[in-house]
């Protein structure tokens, strides 16, 4: 037997060896290779960690599951495969505690790489368990760090002071070889404005969140007064306070991984003597925002920040103060003219970055609306939006409210338009404009009133008129001004030929398209036409076909080319197949003279070599 002594855990190691088989004989070489198990391959032999102070690691110890084996505990509620899991351990210093374990990225002898570089090659995935008191202790949670991951946060808020915490690392997949890692125990220290008395001043905006406030809850200790409106104690609370600058002011708290927070705001001369004016706790893990009226400018008020369970959950949160818009309230809203021409011609921008809002339609969330007004100069309006600058709004909500704006919403559409019909000529209209999403979406918009054309949809589409020769004396005479966000009008038509040729005159003006459809029922493209003529074959006579014609337009550059046009639909010229060419008789003399024209002809020849597809008779 050979003995082996000095070795590194977690280390592969390699030798070779050879019998003596008398005198001078010996057997050929042969190597052997193996890895030595891990220092902390079992829980009894955990290696200690010492927690940080602070919120960075100052104490960070290499680990590594290479030459490690299965210790036979149960898996967790996170699965993965423990069957190379290390076991570390510490004292819990204060309530809340971060495990920060980032893997080295440098199995089977591979350089660590940039974070832009990784694969998930380079990392392999992980799985962090966490147990109580001893080896035997119960099971406390767990979490799993994906294979390519830079690094992972295990945050853990409900620890005894005192208490010896055990943790598992392993591979959560299948992992022959094993691989090394660097991990460490931070903390959460106790924030200055833990306490009334220590409250954060925050600066009050004008509109705009400019300057923001932050904190994290799971630095917090426990209070029991003053009592919340919203819940009962404990409060893992932190302390802000502003000076009051407007008779209107907004609080709103954003709140992180997905927390349930609770804002706050009292009133009074000192701490000692604070009254509750009012609290919020409307989202689950949305933000939490509170409109404050009839202030007193000068006066200063408090503002506590919580989470519902009352347990100091780990959750960073911005706050911000400021004064509404203008046109955050109904009171305020901003009156919108209405254009008797094309659209965005005359436009309203603006943004919703800094709006808050409650409601909306479903399934929408009015978290970020402004209101608007306008007065209706025709029985028909529509009510476009387009997302523009960066951020741009997402998924704009166009919300109605008729004529008066206390009132529950009428009608509403997430797609950044509305179509409002039977309006009331001199009557003033309130609507809003808000995000589809109730977490994110705010950005800037584009807002236009224009008075469309009765044909902006497939299910009102203007008649067409159809000639029923190739003579084009029935002319339809159109417009698409004042169309919506798509540029595009819609028309109808009864299929007088197997064969119709559909053409459209816009002068050059706007550079129109044309798509033929089976109906509005079937939106199957039949055929396209990016020029003036548009050829339609294999029609059943008889048929009403839906048409959209669409002006040029670039919707991220508000350029939309409307203007009137003319549509003429004719059938083929006779002799526009060889089976109905025209006989011309020869003469001495021309003295008999047919007169042909390819102007309306379409392609006979499809294929082969000789000019396919050119317009023939």
Same mark, same amino acid.
């Given at each position: ?11 592969? !190691? ?21 890895? #030595? ?17 602070? @919120? ?8 590594? #599951? ?21 076991? =570390?351990?510490?004292?819990? $210093?204060?309530?809340?505690?971060? +495990?920060?374990? #980032? ?56 620890? &005894? ?33 833990? &306490?009334?008395?220590?409250?954060? +001043?925050?600066?009050?905006? @004008? ?6 406030? /932050? ?5 917090? #200790? ?12 404990? /409060?893992?609370?932190?302390? /802000? ?25 009292? *009133? ?66 901003? @009156?919108?003219? $209405? ?12 943004? $919703? ?11 929408? !969330? ?62 003033? !209209? ?14 800037? =918009?584009?807002? *236009? ?6 044909? +902006? ?19 339809? @005479? ?14 109808? =038509?009864?299929?007088?030929?197997? $064969? ?9 003006? =706007?550079?129109? /398209? ?79 003279? +047919?007169?042909?024209?390819?102007? !309306? ?17």
């Amino acid at each position: 037997m050979i003995s082996l002594t000095g070795l590194n855990p977690s280390q592969p !190691y390699s030798f070779i060896m050879r019998s003596s088989c008398g005198g001078d004989n010996y057997s050929p070489w042969i190597q052997f290779e193996f890895v #030595t198990a891990s220092a902390n391959d079992e829980c009894p032999l955990a290696v200690e960690l010492f927690p940080s102070a602070m @919120e960075y690691c100052d104490q960070s110890i290499e680990g590594s #599951t290479i030459g490690a084996s299965a210790s036979g505990q149960a898996v967790g509620s996170c699965g993965g495969q423990p069957d190379d899991d290390v076991w =570390f351990k510490f004292i819990a $210093t204060a309530r809340s505690h971060n +495990i920060k374990l #980032t893997p080295s990225c440098s199995q089977n002898n591979r350089p660590a790489r940039q974070p832009t570089e990784f694969t998930s090659n380079d990392c392999e995935a992980y799985t962090m368990e966490l147990y109580s008191d001893s080896c035997d202790g119960a099971f406390l949670d767990c979490i799993n760090l994906p294979a390519g991951t830079f690094g992972t946060d295990f945050v853990k808020t409900d620890l &005894s002071i005192g208490i010896t915490y055990f943790l598992r690392v392993f591979g959560t997949e299948v992992f022959e070889s094993g691989s090394n890692f660097n991990i460490c125990v931070t903390s959460f220290p106790q924030p200055v404005n833990d &306490s009334c008395a220590g409250a954060e +001043i925050i600066i009050s905006n @004008e509109t705009f969140c400019n300057s923001l406030a /932050y904190g994290n809850l799971a630095g917090a #200790t426990p209070s029991f007064s003053p009592s919340s409106l919203c819940q009962g104690a404990p /409060y893992y609370d932190l302390w /802000y306070k502003f000076a009051v600058i407007d008779t209107i002011q907004i609080v709103e708290v954003s709140f992180g991984n997905e927390a349930d927070g609770v804002v706050e705001v009292f *009133s009074g001369t000192s701490c000692g003597t604070l009254t509750s004016v009012t609290c919020s706790d409307i989202t689950t893990i949305g933000p939490e925002v509170l409109v404050l009226d009839s202030l007193t400018i000068g006066d200063s008020l408090w503002i506590r920040v919580f989470d519902a369970t009352g347990a100091g959950v780990n959750s960073n949160f911005e706050i911000c103060v400021r004064t509404p818009n203008a046109n955050e309230f109904c009171s305020g809203a901003e @009156e919108v003219l $209405t254009v008797s021409g094309p659209l965005m011609v005359d436009r309203l921008d603006a943004n $919703t970055l800094s709006a808050f809002g409650s409601g909306g339609c479903t399934p929408f !969330y009015a978290d970020d609306d402004l209101w608007y007004s306008f007065v209706a100069d025709h029985d028909t309006h529509l009510i476009a939006v387009a997302p523009r600058d960066y951020p741009a709004i997402v998924e704009p909500v166009v919300e109605f409210f008729g004529i008066d704006c206390d009132s529950s919403g009428l009608i509403c559409n997430g797609e950044g338009e509305l179509l409002l019909d039977s309006l009331v000529i001199g009557e003033e !209209y309130y609507f809003r404009v808000y995000s589809a999403d109730s977490l994110d979406g705010k950005g800037g =918009f584009a807002l *236009s009133i224009v008075a469309p054309p009765n044909n +902006i949809f497939c299910n009102n589409p203007d008649t067409l008129l159809v000639n029923d020769s190739s003579e084009c004396v029935l002319v339809n @005479e159109c417009t698409n001004v004042g169309s919506g966000l798509d540029n595009s009008v819609w028309f109808t =038509f009864v299929a007088q030929q197997s $064969t119709q040729i559909i053409h459209l005159d816009d002068q050059g003006t =706007f550079f129109g /398209y044309m798509t033929l459809f089976y109906s509005c029922d079937s939106l199957f493209s039949l055929a396209y036409s990016s020029n003036e003529y548009l050829v339609a074959h294999d029609l059943v006579p008889g048929h009403n076909y839906s048409l959209r014609v669409t002006g040029g337009f670039s919707l991220s550059n508000l350029y939309f080319l409307q203007s009137s046009f003319s549509i003429c639909i004719i059938a083929p010229a006779p002799n526009d197949e060889c089976s109905g060419a025209i006989t011309i008789l020869p003469t001495g003399q021309c003295d008999s003279l +047919i007169f042909g024209s390819t102007l !309306y002809a379409t392609p006979s020849i499809l294929s082969e070599s000789c000019h396919p597809q050119f317009n023939d008779v």
